[in-house]
């Protein structure tokens, strides 16, 4: 074998060795984020009963809590994590800028004023879901451009009631330092659903600040 050929051997030894400890070092810490996710959300939710669903390895989970709030009676939840305790992966995490993902969605016990989507329009996982969530109802919905926190939205809505209810959420949310997503209030289904780049440091203020939105919402 020549130099080039054992350069080659080195080359990928090296790779595997780093790839192996980078995949164990960032496999804990995905954990402790994950458990923590988890342990903020049973915290401020309280479910009575929750069902769990691993999504893949170390990627994120969905969740069912069924609550016993008289406004909301049960939460869906999905979190997701980019891979990056793979170590080749890496390179499209840090380009694509990806990062963790929180939605919740709370289904109302009472009638909602309209339909709100306000989304950043920048976000492609945001602008797909609207999209879809929108098919049947886009032909009467407007749609306007927002600017909140000096950062641009977009609005999708059937009344000005609906929108001025899902944009204080979101100005409310965008207050506390939260990087929100998508801020959605569906009337058909009486759901209000939220999707946001979760921080450990802010998800408590964030979830007890959804939480009161959906109560006054239901006005309760």
């Known amino acids: 074998m020549g130099p080039a050929g054992w350069l080659a051997v080195y080359t990928l030894i090296a790779l595997s060795s780093a790839s192996v400890v980078w995949f164990f070092q960032v496999r ?3 954990l402790m984020r994950m458990r923590a996710v988890v342990g903020i959300l049973e915290d401020v939710f309280r479910p009575r009963d ?13 969740a069912v809590y069924r ?9 869906w939840i999905l979190y997701t994590m980019p891979p990056s305790h793979v170590f080749l992966y890496l390179p499209v995490v840090v380009l694509q800028r990806r990062r ?12 909602l004023p309209g339909e709100a989507h306000v989304y950043d329009p920048g976000d492609r996982w945001a602008r797909r879901l609207v999209a879809r969530d929108t098919a049947e109802s886009r032909g ?19 009344g000005e009631e609906a929108l001025s209810k899902a944009e ?21 289904r009486r759901a209000l659903h939220v999707s946001l780049a979760p921080s450990l440091d802010t998800l408590r ?16």
Do not use: C, H, I, N
Request: glycine share 8%; proline share 2%; charged share 35%.
């Open 205 to 220: 203020e964030a979830l007890e600040t959804v939480k009161r939105s959906a109560r006054l919402l239901a006005g309760s």
């Open 67 to 75: 609550l016993d709030w008289p406004w909301a009676g049960r939460a």
């Open 100 to 111: 963790d993902r929180l939605e919740v969605t709370l289904r109302l016990a009472s009638p």
């Open 168 to 188: 204080r959420l979101a100005q409310e949310l965008l207050a506390r330092g939260v990087d929100v997503r998508r801020v959605t209030l569906d009337d058909g």
């Open 28 to 30: 804990r810490s995905m």
């Open 50 to 62: 929750k069902t769990y669903t691993l999504l893949g390895y170390l990627v994120g989970f969905r």
């Open 140 to 158: 009467r919905l407007r749609e306007r451009e927002l600017e909140l926190a000096g950062k641009r939205y977009r609005a999708l809505y059937s």
